[in-house]
């Protein structure tokens, strides 16, 4: 299915969008590129395959859950203006 310039004039007057003269000629050729490449798609035999209902459902490699970083709290918790029980204390913001 190729676009016409009047096509692309619909197109464009629905979307809202401005094309200027100089425009048109590659605005066209890109939509027509696009569909074109649609067109490709729908031409592969997809009929052995399932569809996914979300991409998530392929099993991901994840690695080991482990501790790779040492504990710094007391080293920057040294530096913090007031600190109690290891937590660090703010002014109060809210009345």
Do not use: F, W
């Amino acid at each position: 299915m190729a676009l016409e310039r009047c096509d692309v004039e619909k197109i464009a007057h629905l979307a809202r969008l401005g094309l200027n003269e100089a425009d048109m000629p590659r605005t066209i050729e890109a939509l027509n590129s696009i569909l074109g490449l649609v067109d490709q798609m729908q031409a592969v035999d997809t009929s052995g395959i399932e569809p996914l209902a979300h991409p998530l459902e392929a099993s991901q490699r994840l690695r080991a859950d482990q501790v790779t970083e040492r504990n710094q709290r007391d080293a920057y918790q040294a530096i913090a203006p007031a600190v109690e029980n290891g937590l660090y204390l703010v002014p109060k913001v809210i009345e």
